[in-house]
């Protein structure tokens, strides 16, 4: 079952200096039985780790989790703090999941696990992201004309427009929540090129994993709000 083989995939969390009130994020994931048994891995700034310390071990214990945390020095925003962690990961599949997003439903883990399962190492695979007010934040990409040669699907459109959309191929991933193999992970590094912000870096990311090699789906019917 999903809860009984959850264990082969590594959850990594990614903090940054703004990201306020994890454990409150780790509470709520505790109660999600497919993310109990899974290996997870808090990654952030050397003095964020370090204040968390006590209440995550603290944490840990009541829920009977597994988390390590791991201390990023050279760290600059959250995508440093998620290839850390991803690099230090024990199994061979890893998520990806910025601390400033929350699940929208227990068993998005699960279904991302399944999904990924059905293809070969060679996939990357995105959940939808959702505002709170429920409008649609990420829905994939489509080739256009932008600077990019990208633009976002049915931003701002009422996410029960994608009750019925089908899993879609994008040109790129959303790496602030992915899952993919570890082995993939190696495409990137943490490097010294300056971005106007964590979306282009992202974004840039997410386009070197597709020149890796790296197929590209997004899921409409798994959401994460953020």
């Known amino acids: 079952t999903l809860v009984s083989g959850g264990a082969d995939t590594t959850l990594v969390i990614g903090l940054d200096d703004q990201t306020t009130d994890v454990t409150t994020l780790v509470a709520l994931m505790a109660l999600d039985p ?29 829920y009977g989790l597994s ?9 600059s925003d959250v995508f440093d703090a998620l290839i850390v962690g991803a690099n230090v990961a024990k199994t061979d599949r890893v998520v990806l999941f910025s601390a400033a997003l929350v699940p929208a439903e227990r068993g998005w883990l699960g279904r991302l696990r399944s999904a990924h399962q059905e293809h070969d190492a060679s996939v990357i695979i995105s959940p939808a992201l959702i505002y709170e007010d429920d409008s649609i934040r990420w829905a994939g990409y489509r080739l256009s004309d932008e600077e990019s040669g990208l633009a976002e699907n049915y931003v701002g459109y009422p996410a029960a427009t994608l009750d019925s959309i089908g899993p879609s191929a994008t040109p790129a991933a959303n790496l602030e929540c992915c899952i993919l193999s570890k082995a993939a992970i190696a495409a990137l590094g943490q490097d010294g090129h300056g971005y106007l912000g964590n979306r282009e870096k992202g974004l840039d990311l997410a386009l070197r994993l597709a020149k890796a090699g790296l197929k590209a789906w997004w899921l409409p019917g798994v959401r994460v709000l953020g």
């Open 34 to 62: 497919q993310i109990r048994v899974a290996p997870i891995i808090l990654a952030g700034p050397e003095q964020a780790i370090g204040e968390l310390r006590g209440e995550i071990r603290r944490l840990a214990e009541f």
């Open 67 to 75: 988390i390590d945390l791991v201390a990023v020095s050279a760290f």
